[in-house]
């Protein structure tokens, strides 16, 4: 749907995406969903590679305040992925539910004409 007044846009003022847009649009949540998940598998390496420098109390402090910064990092990266999963199989949804009224519409209107 977009906003009032836009040039496509249906009598009542709003306009619906075409499945073809639609189906880009998917695509591209689905590619932001792959690139984040090969980030998290890079974060991942990058935290079981990492060990203190030396093994005095501050270079410890600092160890332990990275880790608590990589885990931050990691559980962000969790959320990115799920939003961007979830996202991209309700637009999918919603592709389908399109698809099956556009049908249902084309087919009524078709009948209709045959009568």
């Given at each position: 749907m977009?906003?009032?007044?836009?040039d496509n846009a249906e009598p009542s003022g709003y306009s619906f995406a075409d499945l073809g847009g639609l189906d880009g649009v998917i695509g591209g949540w689905r590619e932001q969903r792959d690139e984040i998940e090969q980030d998290?598998?890079?974060?991942?390496?990058?935290?079981?590679g990492l060990r203190p420098s030396?093994?005095?109390v501050v270079t410890a402090g600092y160890f332990v305040a990275l880790?608590?910064?990589?885990g931050v990092f990691h559980h962000h990266?969790?959320?990115?992925?799920?939003?961007?999963?979830?996202?991209?199989?309700?637009?999918?949804?919603?592709?389908?539910?399109?698809?099956?009224?556009e049908d249902g519409v084309r087919a009524?209107?078709?009948?209709?004409?045959?009568?």
């Open positions: 977009s906003y009032p007044g836009a998290g598998t890079l974060l991942a390496h990058a935290v079981h030396a093994h005095d880790g608590a910064t990589f990266n969790n959320e990115m992925a799920r939003y961007t999963t979830d996202y991209a199989r309700n637009l999918a949804a919603s592709r389908l539910q399109m698809s099956v009224t009524a209107f078709s009948r209709e004409g045959d009568g």
